[in-house]
């Protein structure tokens, strides 16, 4: 069992930056790619971010690229998302997951974390 907890969401303005955790616990935090949904009010749950194992391989959903930013520290068993230039659209919520083959498919996730709302007004 791995457990995820999120943490860093909160309202910004359009143009702003949060950075979110995800604090990892349980089976080895190394052995899952680790990555981001998000989850907008009366919308599905799409695939944000994803990071390897290694931290090496990263992919973004096209709509993010070049405003966010996954890393992961496995030595602290945490994987971040940093966001920038936030817009209207980002608002939602930030769902935290693990997977030994990570796709953008929300039903091939192994572990989901709680959630941190993101809200962005324009």
């Known amino acids: 069992q791995v457990q995820l907890v999120e943490s860093g969401g909160g309202s910004v303005q359009a143009g702003g930056s949060l950075r979110l955790s995800c604090a990892g616990s349980?089976?080895?935090?190394?052995?899952?790619?680790m990555g981001w949904f998000r989850q907008a009010p009366g919308k599905e749950r799409e695939f944000v971010a994803v990071?390897?194992?290694?931290?090496?391989?990263?992919n973004y959903v096209d709509s993010v690229k070049g405003r966010f930013t996954i890393s992961r520290d496995n030595a602290k068993n945490t994987v971040y998302l940093q966001m920038s230039n936030l817009k209207p659209e980002d608002t939602a919520v930030y769902y935290c997951?693990?997977?030994?083959?990570?796709?953008?498919?929300?039903?091939?996730?192994?572990?989901w974390g709680k959630g941190t709302l993101v809200t962005v007004s324009s």
């Open positions: 990071i390897s194992w290694t931290g090496g391989t990263t």
């Open positions: 349980g089976r080895t935090f190394s052995d899952y790619a």
């Open positions: 997951a693990a997977a030994e083959d990570f796709g953008d498919n929300p039903k091939g996730i192994d572990y």
